[in-house]
Nanobody, 122 residues
């Protein structure tokens, strides 16, 4: 059974940091991504990483503040979020693809975690 389990969400003041984790089980995935959805808004792409971890892509809104990484041995990906802003408040979900290649469209991901809440106060 394939599972993606996120952890690490919480509440933080603006300028603070959080690290999200997503542990995958059931199989090894190719590329993985992080997405977020704020109340009343559509799900949006945050970051993605290739199977080797050598290629990464970020949304413009988080470039330079967020870093995605992966630990192949643990089958886990991380999202280090620094300099957080109130606009980063959302439910963050990790997703995994069976296909090779980084992708920013949530429709191209096959598996999803349950999501973890990140709240940034001003």
């Amino acid at each position: 059974q394939v599972q993606l389990v996120e952890s690490g969400g919480g509440s933080v003041q603006a300028g603070g940091s959080l690290r999200l984790s997503c542990a995958a089980s059931g199989r090894t995935f190719s590329s993985m991504g992080w997405f977020r959805q704020a109340p009343g808004k559509e799900r949006e792409f945050v970051a993605a990483i290739s199977s080797s971890g050598g290629s990464r892509h970020y949304a413009d809104s988080v470039q330079g503040r967020f870093t995605m990484s992966r630990d192949g041995a643990k089958n886990t990906v991380y999202l280090q979020m620094n300099s957080l802003k109130p606009g980063d408040t959302a439910v963050y979900s990790c997703a995994a693809r069976r296909s090779v290649g980084i992708n920013m469209d949530p429709k191209n991901y096959d598996y999803w975690g349950q999501g973890t809440q990140v709240t940034v106060s001003s």
